[in-house]
Nanobody, 124 residues
Framework: VQLQASGGGSVQTGDSLRLSCVVS????????MAWFRQAPGKEREFVAS????????YHINSVKGRFTISRDNRKNTVYLQMNSLKPEDTAVYYC??????????????????WGPGTEVTVSS
């Protein structure tokens, strides 16, 4: 299973970006998907997750109302729409695939497959 994320870039505070992650080599519709991020000098943190059919999503408090995770099972793709970006959103963003139970959906150990990451830089 391979994951390839794209859509990162350098933007200004308040701008928007949409990250995409295409999954190949597996049955996408059977995987729960998530986005994590790692800022310079910090540990990787969970950002958002979505279940197999898109009916259940979860976002960390710091991005609620600004970021939205979604998926298109016909295109084997998961998205992260990021609006009202802030400098503290600057990080490398990683998509991940797995079969987590709800209680472990924020745990990186619940995800088997990871993409190489896409960098997001937000300047003030």
């Amino acid at each position: 299973v391979q994951l390839q994320a794209s859509g990162g870039g350098s933007v200004q505070t308040g701008d928007s970006l949409r990250l995409s992650c295409v999954v190949s080599g597996g049955t996408f519709s059977t995987y729960g998907m998530a986005w994590f991020r790692q800022a310079p000098g910090k540990e990787r943190e969970f950002v958002a997750s979505i279940n197999v059919n898109g009916g259940n999503t979860y976002h960390i408090n710091s991005v609620k109302g600004r970021f939205t995770i979604s998926r298109d099972n016909r295109k084997n793709t998961v998205y992260l729409q990021m609006n009202s970006l802030k400098p503290e959103d600057t990080a490398v963003y990683y998509c991940a695939a797995g079969r987590p139970i709800i209680s472990s959906r924020t745990d990186s150990n619940s995800y088997y497959y990871w993409g190489p990451g896409t960098e997001v830089t937000v300047s003030s």
